[in-house]
């Protein structure tokens, strides 16, 4: 018992000066009503992610089952929003749904950042030829805006979900090279950097140990605020046709067949578009909200 | 200065010729044998063959791309296997239409999101810049489709208010062709019935097309005016008895405009994307639709064709951007 | 803001369209027709165009379908079944004046074997081109290569073209392929009007039609408006922005019909829905897993998806054909059955994945897809619901290595004769769309050519009965339906006649008249 205080003691000690900054952030946070919203909007969002098997209260709708006398029941006690074509929950789906979106989102940015980050450091702390040529190259993809770009890599592989999270991925990575790269190339002239130079710090070291934790904020503020764009373009594509198809439970999709029922039962297309909206309002309020905290000078 | 212009051009060329190695190589690793889905379902062997000729799909990639190349310099992009048309055809007929849809969005977020932004910075604090603020923040999160849907659901469908979709009314004959912009033809002739009809169609697509870049318009003017307008010389002005209206828009409203100009040439490109949602939603004969159309048939020289087309809209919209600054900043010295 | 929107507020149609007097019937349908080439190219939105612009030598009309003199006012058949005569009508014009005589019906022929597009496959394997004689200007032979007793019902869908017309907007030796897409040729009722690709065709009457008109109050014009969405399409009708529409879903039809000025009309279909098999590849070439998987489905479902309007298929052959018996060994809903002949193939709880392959954006095979996965989850099979284009998928149903396990397909017969649907079963449809499932029984095949070459019908009807239970028993599909088709109409149009040779959202404008 002993021993383990200790260590918790000697870990605060340690870290103490991050631990006020980490206790800054919140403090600073907590004071702005929309950043306020936008954590707890994310929160929730996180949280019906991860127990929806518990919330939901017709787990075989969401695998496939149908029930073709129950079809387009409006929302009820039963069916708080109303059931489906095949007589499915759309409750029940809405909120595996999150979970769909929640993986389709973190993939998306996970592989963006996985590319983009080490590619960014590499063109900004080597400079040079390397750097235009890998400038050069992220300015093709971003040359193009984004939904189109996605839109043609999934119609030449297919439609399907791993499809769109594959496009999206390549939609989103060129905006790390540039946010880290421009980092990168700052960085390179401070003086730390220098100092870690002439005492003979391999690149390696500079670059994971002094470089990367300073490009941190801006990446974690840019990752909340893609996250929710993220999810947006999967649910575009969804819409389209191209991106999850059925019996999965993916919110763009739904519309998209809701879409066609619209006249008569409105509650098919309504309940998962507000459930895109709440999430990605709260990613973007949690994102300005942290931008706010840790990088007060950007602007965009 | 010309230099500047020179040196922009030749790097556009070339981010364009990158974009172009990289769509034909995503439409090289189509799964599918294109030749069959052109034949169409009743082919005979011989005619698939017949068709595979014609597309030239037996050479080696580096062999296709160069005569793929040679065919965009010549404003040749190919052939749709769905239509059945040439390409450039189909864009012909279709651009105008989203162009027009395009610039009326735009021009409505820049108007609106300016007067906004300034409104709810003059008026910080109260319920103007309350509701512009909520608005400002929700406006980008909102899927664009499903709005379109919802309020042709409400204002088309329930309440016959505007039309459901498309450019015209069926009865109605285009107006003569000048600009084939409906609503500039309509007015340069004096059409005003026609006119009448294309503005009732394109407002709802326009209107949803331009939201998000609305909110973000109206939110990066409003920050920008409240910082400018706690500067130091803001306060000279005033001090010498400039009157409010001047202050704000002359000298304020300069200097915020850098930045929202950057979000402009931002949301600009966000808004080429969207396209592809409001012309479906909409029944807007655009390049957007024909796009998707394209898309989910497997048709690839028409998605090619567009994200080159609307990538080299969206590069000369951005130098346009760039030139921008020089004309609100008179520090931005271009070499 | 508000008060500029109703500014906007347009006058919103509730009679039909008028322009300068004239009445113009306007039809929202889903898909374009790019490409209106009679050698080239069918499909329901394209035939409905050449329909009214062109003629051809008989016509299909009504329900039950007859077979109608139209170009052709007699024509004479040979004992043998190879020798057809035709005799023209004299007083056909082209569009341009030109008289409609055997040479022209020669030369459409010849253009339309030469192209091999379109409707060539129709007659390619019975009749060539140095087959065809002109007797006078308006009398025509055909000398078939073989005997073929369903010759003359493919002739409806064989139109007659202007050679001078179209020779005179030829590029280089293209036969005048690049111009008929867009342009015509033709003899028939409209001519074309404006032409706006991806927005609307419109035609409009000609009032001098050598046939004549039997309704004064006949359209005088007809557009063809391009809607894609059935939402759009719904909210259109009931605007009254178009005057009649197809395509909707069911529950659309239902909650259609309630309104005043909406009348919907109902007739059922030959237009079979089948899940073809692959018979050759993975496991359905097994026929104990194809047994299982027809008595694990749950049929009555496709009824309640059409809202009660359709009727299970009996047979391979669609109910009201001729020659269409009830098989008896039909298959339906037993999953006691069904799990037996999943153990009889060797796995007894399932533990494999099929693939289902569907039209993409075709709701219905959507939907019977999802009941489809419901059942077979129960017997521990997987299914991976793949939507394609149809073209992909006829492209992929045209190979056994690439042809899925199950595809969903829509077929109606081009003409009333059993042929046209026993042949799908034969070896020469393998690589078609609706051989994609590639049965293989020489028997059968005998079968099918003997009554194909056959001309005595009693022989011929024997031979379809044994030809049907054979196929029901050998199971290469998953017998699904017939579903009514419907149509929604503003009430003020009259004159539609519903015939089942048409395809699905393809009508016949001809007879059709408006009257207040």
């Given at each position: 018992?002993?021993?383990?205080?200790?260590?918790?003691?000697?870990?605060?000690?340690?870290?103490?000066?991050?631990?006020?900054?980490?206790?800054?952030?919140?403090?600073?946070?907590?004071?702005?009503?929309?950043?306020?919203?936008?954590?707890?909007?994310?929160?929730?969002?996180?949280?019906?992610?991860?127990?929806?098997?518990?919330?939901?209260?017709?787990?075989?709708?969401?695998?496939?089952?149908?029930?073709?006398?129950?079809?387009?029941?409006?929302?009820?006690?039963?069916?708080?929003?109303?059931?489906?074509?095949?007589?499915?929950?759309?409750?029940?789906?809405?909120?595996?749904?999150?979970?769909?979106?929640?993986?389709?989102?973190?993939?998306?940015?996970?592989?963006?950042?996985?590319?983009?980050?080490?590619?960014?450091?590499?063109?900004?702390?080597?400079?040079?030829?390397?750097?235009?040529?890998?400038?050069?190259?992220?300015?093709?993809?971003?040359?193009?805006?984004?939904?189109?770009?996605?839109?043609?890599?999934?119609?030449?592989?297919?439609?399907?979900?791993?499809?769109?999270?594959?496009?999206?991925?390549?939609?989103?990575?060129?905006?790390?090279?540039?946010?880290?790269?421009?980092?990168?190339?700052?960085?390179?002239?401070?003086?730390?950097?220098?100092?870690?130079?002439?005492?003979?710090?391999?690149?390696?070291?500079?670059?994971?140990?002094?470089?990367?934790?300073?490009?941190?904020?801006?990446?974690?503020?840019?990752?909340?605020?893609?996250?929710?764009?993220?999810?947006?373009?999967?649910?575009?594509?969804?819409?389209?046709?191209?991106?999850?198809?059925?019996?999965?439970?993916?919110?763009?999709?739904?519309?998209?067949?809701?879409?066609?029922?619209?006249?008569?039962?409105?509650?098919?297309?309504?309940?998962?578009?507000?459930?895109?909206?709440?999430?990605?309002?709260?990613?973007?309020?949690?994102?300005?909200g942290l931008r706010d905290v840790l990088d007060p000078q950007s602007r965009i | 200065m010309k230099r500047y212009f020179l040196k922009r051009f030749l790097s556009i060329i070339i981010t364009l010729i990158?974009?172009?190695?990289?769509?034909?190589?995503?439409?090289?690793?189509?799964?599918?044998?294109?030749?069959?889905?052109?034949?169409?379902?009743?082919?005979?062997?011989?005619?698939?063959?017949?068709?595979?000729?014609?597309?030239?799909?037996?050479?080696?990639?580096?062999?296709?791309?160069?005569?793929?190349?040679?065919?965009?310099?010549?404003?040749?992009?190919?052939?749709?296997?769905?239509?059945?048309?040439?390409?450039?055809?189909?864009?012909?007929?279709?651009?105008?239409?989203?162009?027009?849809?395009?610039?009326?969005?735009?021009?409505?977020?820049?108007?609106?999101?300016?007067?906004?932004?300034?409104?709810?910075?003059?008026?910080?604090?109260?319920?103007?810049?309350?509701?512009?603020?909520?608005?400002?923040?929700?406006?980008?999160?909102?899927?664009?489709?499903?709005?379109?849907?919802?309020?042709?659901?409400?204002?088309?469908?329930?309440?016959?208010?505007?039309?459901?979709?498309?450019?015209?009314?069926?009865?109605?004959?285009?107006?003569?062709?000048?600009?084939?912009?409906?609503?500039?033809?309509?007015?340069?002739?004096?059409?005003?019935?026609?006119?009448?009809?294309?503005?009732?169609?394109?407002?709802?697509?326009?209107?949803?097309?331009?939201?998000?870049?609305?909110?973000?318009?109206?939110?990066?003017?409003?920050?920008?005016?409240?910082?400018?307008?706690?500067?130091?010389?803001?306060?000279?002005?005033?001090?010498?008895?400039?009157?409010?209206?001047?202050?704000?828009?002359?000298?304020?409203?300069?200097?915020?405009?850098?930045?929202?100009?950057?979000?402009?040439?931002?949301?600009?490109?966000?808004?080429?994307?969207?396209?592809?949602?409001?012309?479906?939603?909409?029944?807007?004969?655009?390049?957007?639709?024909?796009?998707?159309?394209?898309?989910?048939?497997?048709?690839?020289?028409?998605?090619?064709?567009?994200?080159?087309?609307?990538?080299?809209?969206?590069?000369?919209?951005?130098?346009?951007?760039?030139?921008?600054?020089?004309?609100?900043?008179?520090?931005?010295?271009?070499? | 803001?508000?008060?500029?929107?109703?500014?906007?507020?347009?006058?919103?149609?509730?009679?039909?369209?008028?322009?300068?007097?004239?009445?113009?019937?306007?039809?929202?349908?889903?898909?374009?027709?790019?490409?209106?080439?009679?050698?080239?190219?069918?499909?329901?939105?394209?035939?409905?165009?050449?329909?009214?612009?062109?003629?051809?030598?008989?016509?299909?009309?009504?329900?039950?379908?007859?077979?109608?003199?139209?170009?052709?006012?007699?024509?004479?058949?040979?004992?043998?079944?190879?020798?057809?005569?035709?005799?023209?009508?004299?007083?056909?014009?082209?569009?341009?004046?030109?008289?409609?005589?055997?040479?022209?019906?020669?030369?459409?022929?010849?253009?339309?074997?030469?192209?091999?597009?379109?409707?060539?496959?129709?007659?390619?394997?019975?009749?060539?081109?140095?087959?065809?004689?002109?007797?006078?200007?308006?009398?025509?032979?055909?000398?078939?290569?073989?005997?073929?007793?369903?010759?003359?019902?493919?002739?409806?869908?064989?139109?007659?073209?202007?050679?001078?017309?179209?020779?005179?907007?030829?590029?280089?030796?293209?036969?005048?392929?690049?111009?008929?897409?867009?342009?015509?040729?033709?003899?028939?009722?409209?001519?074309?009007?404006?032409?706006?690709?991806?927005?609307?065709?419109?035609?409009?009457?000609?009032?001098?039609?050598?046939?004549?008109?039997?309704?004064?109050?006949?359209?005088?014009?007809?557009?063809?408006?391009?809607?894609?969405?059935?939402?759009?399409?719904?909210?259109?009708?009931?605007?009254?922005?178009?005057?009649?529409?197809?395509?909707?879903?069911?529950?659309?039809?239902?909650?259609?019909?309630?309104?005043?000025?909406?009348?919907?009309?109902?007739?059922?279909?030959?237009?079979?829905?089948?899940?073809?098999?692959?018979?050759?590849?993975?496991?359905?070439?097994?026929?104990?897993?194809?047994?299982?998987?027809?008595?694990?489905?749950?049929?009555?479902?496709?009824?309640?998806?059409?809202?009660?309007?359709?009727?299970?298929?009996?047979?391979?052959?669609?109910?009201?054909?001729?020659?269409?018996?009830?098989?008896?060994?039909?298959?339906?809903?037993?999953?006691?059955?069904?799990?037996?002949?999943?153990?009889?193939?060797?796995?007894?709880?399932?533990?494999?994945?099929?693939?289902?392959?569907?039209?993409?954006?075709?709701?219905?095979?959507?939907?019977?897809?999802?009941?489809?996965?419901?059942?077979?989850?129960?017997?521990?099979?997987?299914?991976?619901?793949?939507?394609?284009?149809?073209?992909?998928?006829?492209?992929?149903?045209?190979?056994?290595?690439?042809?899925?396990?199950?595809?969903?397909?829509?077929?109606?017969?081009?003409?009333?004769?059993?042929?046209?649907?026993?042949?799908?079963?034969?070896?020469?449809?393998?690589?078609?769309?609706?051989?994609?499932?590639?049965?293989?029984?020489?028997?059968?095949?005998?079968?099918?050519?003997?009554?194909?070459?056959?001309?005595?019908?009693?022989?011929?009807?024997?031979?379809?009965?044994?030809?049907?239970?054979?196929?029901?028993?050998?199971?290469?599909?998953?017998?699904?339906?017939?579903?009514?088709?419907?149509?929604?109409?503003?009430?003020?149009?009259?004159?539609?006649?519903?015939?089942?040779?048409?395809?699905?959202?393809?009508?016949?404008?001809?007879?059709?008249?408006?009257?207040?």
């Amino acid at each position: 018992m002993n021993s383990i205080n200790s260590i918790w003691a000697r870990w605060r000690v340690e870290r103490k000066s991050q631990i006020r900054g980490f206790k800054l952030i919140v403090y600073t946070m907590s004071r702005s009503p929309l950043s306020v919203i936008g954590f707890s909007f994310v929160l929730i969002f996180f949280v019906i992610a991860l127990i929806g098997p518990i919330l939901i209260t017709y787990p075989q709708d969401v695998r496939g089952a149908v029930h073709m006398d129950q079809k387009f029941k409006p929302p009820s006690s039963l069916h708080p929003f109303g059931t489906d074509e095949v007589g499915r929950d759309i409750y029940s789906r809405v909120i595996m749904g999150t979970r769909i979106s929640l993986q389709i989102g973190l993939l998306i940015i996970f592989v963006a950042m996985g590319i983009g980050v080490p590619v960014g450091i590499i063109a900004g702390y080597l400079g040079g030829w390397v750097n235009e040529v890998l400038m050069r190259i992220t300015d093709i993809f971003l040359s193009v805006p984004g939904l189109l770009l996605a839109l043609a890599i999934v119609g030449a592989l297919g439609p399907g979900i791993k499809n769109a999270m594959l496009a999206l991925s390549i939609v989103w990575w060129p905006g790390y090279v540039r946010l880290v790269q421009g980092k990168t190339l700052s960085l390179r002239e401070e003086s730390f950097v220098e100092a870690a130079k002439s005492i003979g710090a391999s690149k390696f070291r500079i670059i994971f140990g002094h470089i990367l934790p300073n490009c941190t904020s801006p990446i974690i503020i840019k990752a909340s605020m893609d996250m929710g764009m993220a999810i947006l373009f999967a649910a575009n594509l969804g819409f389209i046709g191209v991106g999850a198809q059925p019996p999965i439970p993916e919110w763009g999709a739904m519309i998209s067949t809701g879409r066609n029922y619209l006249m008569n039962h409105w509650w098919m297309a309504t309940f998962p578009g507000l459930a895109i909206l709440i999430t990605v309002l709260g990613f973007n309020l949690l994102g300005d909200g942290l931008r706010d905290v840790l990088d007060p000078q950007s602007r965009i | 200065m010309k230099r500047y212009f020179l040196k922009r051009f030749l790097s556009i060329i070339i981010t364009l010729i990158g974009l172009s190695v990289i769509v034909f190589m995503v439409s090289r690793v189509a799964p599918g044998d294109p030749a069959k889905l052109a034949a169409g379902p009743d082919a005979t062997e011989e005619m698939v063959q017949i068709i595979q000729k014609e597309f030239r799909l037996d050479d080696p990639l580096p062999v296709q791309y160069i005569s793929y190349m040679r065919g965009l310099l010549r404003g040749d992009f190919g052939r749709s296997i769905r239509t059945r048309h040439q390409v450039q055809e189909d864009i012909r007929l279709f651009l105008p239409a989203t162009f027009e849809l395009v610039f009326f969005s735009i021009a409505f977020a820049i108007a609106f999101g300016i007067l906004f932004g300034i409104l709810s910075a003059v008026y910080k604090d109260t319920w103007i810049d309350h509701g512009a603020r909520v608005f400002s923040v929700t406006g980008v999160a909102v899927p664009m489709f499903w709005l379109g849907i919802m309020l042709q659901l409400l204002l088309a469908a329930k309440f016959h208010l505007l039309p459901i979709g498309g450019r015209l009314d069926t009865m109605i004959l285009p107006p003569t062709t000048i600009t084939r912009f409906f609503l500039m033809d309509s007015l340069i002739t004096g059409n005003w019935v026609v006119f009448k009809n294309a503005l009732s169609h394109i407002f709802l697509p326009a209107f949803v097309l331009s939201f998000p870049a609305l909110a973000s318009i109206t939110r990066i003017n409003r920050a920008e005016m409240l910082e400018v307008l706690h500067k130091d010389f803001i306060l000279n002005e005033r001090a010498q008895g400039i009157s409010e209206r001047l202050i704000i828009a002359k000298y304020a409203l300069k200097n915020a405009l850098i930045p929202t100009l950057t979000m402009i040439g931002l949301r600009y490109g966000w808004m080429l994307g969207g396209t592809i949602l409001v012309e479906t939603v909409f029944d807007w004969p655009g390049i957007g639709n024909y796009a998707v159309g394209a898309a989910v048939y497997s048709d690839f020289q028409p998605v090619m064709a567009v994200t080159i087309i609307l990538g080299l809209n969206f590069m000369i919209a951005n130098l346009f951007v760039d030139l921008g600054y020089g004309v609100l900043d008179p520090r931005v010295r271009y070499e | 803001m508000i008060v500029g929107v109703s500014f906007l507020v347009g006058a919103s149609a509730s009679g039909y369209e008028k322009r300068d007097g004239k009445k113009i019937f306007v039809y929202g349908e889903r898909q374009a027709a790019p490409n209106i080439d009679p050698s080239q190219y069918y499909d329901w939105s394209t035939r409905m165009l050449q329909q009214s612009l062109y003629d051809a030598l008989l016509k299909y009309v009504g329900n039950p379908p007859k077979l109608i003199p139209w170009l052709a006012k007699s024509r004479k058949k040979s004992a043998d079944g190879k020798k057809w005569t035709f005799e023209l009508v004299r007083n056909a014009k082209f569009h341009n004046g030109d008289p409609v005589t055997a040479q022209a019906v020669k030369w459409s022929f010849e253009r339309t074997l030469t192209i091999k597009k379109g409707p060539a496959w129709m007659l390619m394997d019975f009749l060539d081109k140095d087959g065809i004689r002109v007797i006078d200007d308006h009398t025509i032979e055909f000398n078939l290569k073989s005997p073929y007793a369903a010759f003359e019902m493919a002739l409806p869908w064989w139109y007659i073209m202007n050679p001078k017309v179209v020779m005179a907007n030829a590029k280089g030796d293209d036969y005048g392929q690049e111009w008929m897409k867009s342009n015509s040729a033709g003899s028939g009722p409209f001519r074309q009007k404006r032409w706006e690709h991806g927005v609307l065709y419109e035609l409009e009457a000609v009032e001098d039609y050598w046939k004549g008109w039997e309704n004064p109050k006949h359209i005088n014009g007809f557009i063809y408006k391009i809607i894609r969405e059935s939402s759009s399409l719904r909210m259109a009708l009931e605007k009254g922005e178009v005057d009649g529409i197809s395509g909707l879903s069911p529950e659309d039809y239902d909650a259609v019909i309630k309104n005043p000025n909406i009348y919907v009309t109902n007739d059922p279909g030959w237009t079979t829905f089948g899940l073809k098999m692959n018979t050759q590849k993975g496991y359905t070439k097994d026929i104990n897993i194809r047994k299982a998987i027809c008595y694990a489905f749950d049929y009555p479902s496709m009824i309640k998806i059409y809202n009660g309007n359709a009727t299970l298929e009996d047979s391979p052959f669609p109910k009201g054909m001729k020659g269409h018996i009830p098989v008896p060994n039909v298959y339906r809903q037993d999953m006691k059955k069904a799990k037996e002949y999943l153990a009889k193939a060797g796995y007894p709880n399932g533990g494999f994945e099929l693939e289902y392959v569907y039209v993409s954006g075709l709701e219905e095979e959507r939907l019977i897809g999802l009941v489809l996965l419901d059942n077979l989850a129960q017997l521990g099979i997987k299914l991976k619901m793949v939507p394609l284009v149809w073209p992909n998928m006829v492209a992929r149903g045209s190979k056994v290595e690439t042809s899925p396990d199950l595809i969903a397909v829509f077929t109606t017969p081009i003409m009333d004769d059993p042929d046209v649907v026993a042949i799908q079963y034969h070896k020469v449809s393998w690589g078609k769309y609706y051989g994609s499932h590639f049965y293989q029984n020489e028997k059968t095949w005998e079968m099918i050519e003997k009554a194909r070459f056959t001309v005595d019908w009693p022989t011929r009807r024997k031979l379809y009965e044994e030809i049907q239970t054979q196929i029901m028993e050998d199971v290469p599909e998953l017998f699904g339906m017939l579903f009514n088709r419907r149509w929604a109409f503003r009430k003020h149009v009259k004159g539609f006649v519903f015939s089942p040779m048409r395809f699905t959202s393809e009508i016949d404008i001809y007879p059709l008249y408006i009257e207040d």
